[in-house]
């Protein structure tokens, strides 16, 4: 009577249900596990997309400095920090003119 029990426990617990592999279709877990197998594709999509965030990062600091510096130049004329900021200013100029 335990052997019976054991044999339907195990029956119970494998999954043959088409249901359950329905499931795992519309999840892509085998597109998953055919990706997990293969370590080189894996290194390479990981390496574009750490190319792909560099330049994203790059792209965006470009354009932030770009504002602050534009949002600087009309804040030239606040009395305390006019004077810092038309000397970063100056700056920036330089090495513009340096480089051009």
């Known amino acids: 009577m335990s052997e019976n029990k054991e044999s339907s426990k195990q029956k119970s617990e494998t999954p043959e249900s088409p249901e359950l592999f329905k499931k795992f279709d519309f999840w892509g877990i085998s597109e998953f596990i055919t990706f997990l197998k293969n370590p080189t594709r894996i290194f390479f999509l990981n390496l574009l997309a750490g190319i792909g965030r560099g330049l994203g990062f790059a792209i965006g ?27 970063i200013l100056e700056f920036v100029d330089a090495q513009k003119q340096m480089y051009h």
């Not at 354009?63 to 000397?87: C, D």
């Open 61 to 87: 600091f470009t354009i932030l400095a770009a504002i602050v510096i534009i949002l600087m130049r009309n804040a030239v004329s606040v009395p305390v920090i006019g004077t810092y900021i038309a000397k």
